[in-house]
T-cell receptor
Framework: DSGVTQTPKHLITATGQRVTLRCSPRSGDLSVYWYQQSLDQGLQFLIHYYNGEERAKGNILERFSAQQFPDLHSELNLSSLELGDSALYFC???????????FGQGTRLTVV | AQSVTQLDSQVPVFEEAPVELRCNYSSSVSVYLFWYVQYPNQGLQLLLKYLSGSTLVKGINGFEAEFNKSQTSFHLRKPSVHISDTAEYFCAVHGSGITGKLIFGQGTTLQVKP
């Protein structure tokens, strides 16, 4: 158990819909990262938050957004969903930027 | 910009045989390197990391890796694999700057056969 909790584990939704993925980092970790894993793109970095502030953006679509709340949990919002958004979405956390990252079990999103 | 290339997409090996999973990286700055393992339907688990110091890094489950700066490689090795090592293995480099984002290779599927 990495200590990082992601909910829900599975999500099936229709095209055009909006979903919210939730991540609770390990206790004390200030950094939260979101990654997308798909068969064609592999593991791609989406976005990094540190103590509530956005630190870096990767290949994140404009339809996607994220935030980190004062209690350090984070949410990834995906809107106007397309079939190609079907993937495994991972959250990871670390105590400090650059320290070892611990990954959650992921949320498997299926868009039908 | 950093990048990671895992040279083999699949590596089949018999149980108790040695294995090497190859990883090359590209970076213009000092690197932090990682190997993660992903078992079926699981998240990623850190096997080992190189931050600085000794170029031979030992990790969990009997794995080790050697950082070779001149060849820009960070190959993962295990002298004797078990069926339970069957999984996807990812090499990653730490992004530069103020973010700790990881840049991953495409992954290598290790299939251990009895």
């Amino acid at each position: 158990d990495s200590g990082v909790t992601q909910t829900p584990k599975h999500l099936i939704t229709a095209t055009g819909q909006r979903v919210t993925l939730r991540c609770s980092p390990r206790s004390g970790d200030l950094s939260v990262y979101w990654y997308q894993q798909s068969l064609d793109q592999g593991l791609q970095f989406l976005i990094h938050y540190y103590n509530g502030e956005e630190r870096a953006k990767g290949n994140i679509l404009e339809r996607f957004s994220a935030q980190q709340f004062p209690d350090l949990h984070s949410e990834l919002n995906l809107s106007s969903l397309e079939l190609g958004d079907s993937a495994l979405y991972f959250c990871a956390s670390s105590e400090l930027t650059g320290a070892e990252a611990f990954f959650g079990q992921g949320t498997r999103l299926t868009v039908v | 910009a950093q990048s990671v290339t895992q040279l083999d997409s699949q590596v089949p090996v018999f149980e108790e045989a040695p294995v090497e999973l190859r990883c090359n990286y590209s970076s213009s700055v000092s690197v932090y390197l990682f190997w993660y393992v992903q078992y079926p339907n699981q998240g990623l688990q850190l096997l080992l990391k190189y931050l600085s110091g000794s170029t031979l890094v030992k990790g969990i489950n009997g794995f080790e890796a050697e950082f070779n700066k001149s060849q820009t490689s960070f190959h993962l090795r295990k002298p004797s694999v078990h069926i339970s090592d069957t999984a996807e293995y990812f090499c990653a480099v730490h992004g530069s700057g103020i973010t700790g984002k990881l840049i991953f290779g495409q992954g290598t599927t290790l299939q251990v056969k009895p």
